[in-house]
């Protein structure tokens, strides 16, 4: 009888470190991910359990022609990705065009000038934030187009999450993109961004 318990007890945790591995590759990945800039826990959050996962992030142009971007992609092919470009778009611009690209309301947030928004519609799998910045190398007439940092986070195959509680992981996802999209865009006016943003259900 003992004999058999110690088997079983064998079996078991077998049985679980073999689930374990198929599972803890999002856990894996560094604290922070997209070049230091998004917490781990919002990628965990967002996508399903993998075996494996991978992130990627790279930036692009400077000034007017600046962006950066990011990928945590997982071994069962779902994909979570965002990327900050520099717009020469008012917020009301970027609001109407979202709107009707998502073809769905959308909810809002905002801490200040500092605004996002998601999808209302189905299990809300696209999100993005919109950040005033006048790039440094802009000269003083020009200063009155209304430049902002857009980013714009979306997953691509299965998710973790889904419905509200997706909407929220992709703006936190975009948000943190963008925090850090600021610095090296070389925006001109310093910025204290807030933690995070209000929760969509306090908006």
Not at 52 to 75: I, Y
Not at 121 to 131: C, F, P, R
Not at 177 to 185: D, M, P, Q, S, W
């Amino acid at each position: 009888m003992r004999d058999l318990s110690i088997g079983l007890m064998v079996i078991a945790l077998t049985g679980g470190g073999v689930f374990l591995f198929f599972i803890k590759g999002l856990y894996l990945l560094p604290d922070k991910v997209c070049d230091g800039t998004v917490k781990r826990d919002v990628a965990i959050r967002t996508l399903p359990r993998t075996r494996s996962a991978d992130e990627w992030a790279d930036q692009g142009g400077t000034g007017r022609h600046f962006s950066f971007a990011c990928r945590v992609s997982t071994s069962g092919d779902s994909i979570l990705s965002g990327q900050v470009d520099l717009r020469d778009s008012p917020k009301v611009a970027w609001v109407d065009s979202y709107g009707s690209l998502a073809a769905s309301h959308v909810i809002r947030v905002s801490k200040g000038d500092v605004e996002a928004l998601a999808q209302m519609n189905g299990d809300g799998s696209s999100a993005s934030v919109y950040v005033p910045c006048v790039p440094t190398n802009v000269k003083e007439g020009d200063a009155s187009h209304a430049y902002a940092l857009v980013a714009d986070a979306g997953v691509t195959g299965k998710s973790r999450a889904t419905g509200a509680e997706l909407r929220q992981a992709l703006t936190d996802f975009a948000y943190q993109l963008t925090k850090h999209a600021y610095e090296l865009a070389g925006c001109k006016d310093p910025r204290d961004f807030p933690e995070e943003l209000p929760r969509y259900e306090d908006g």
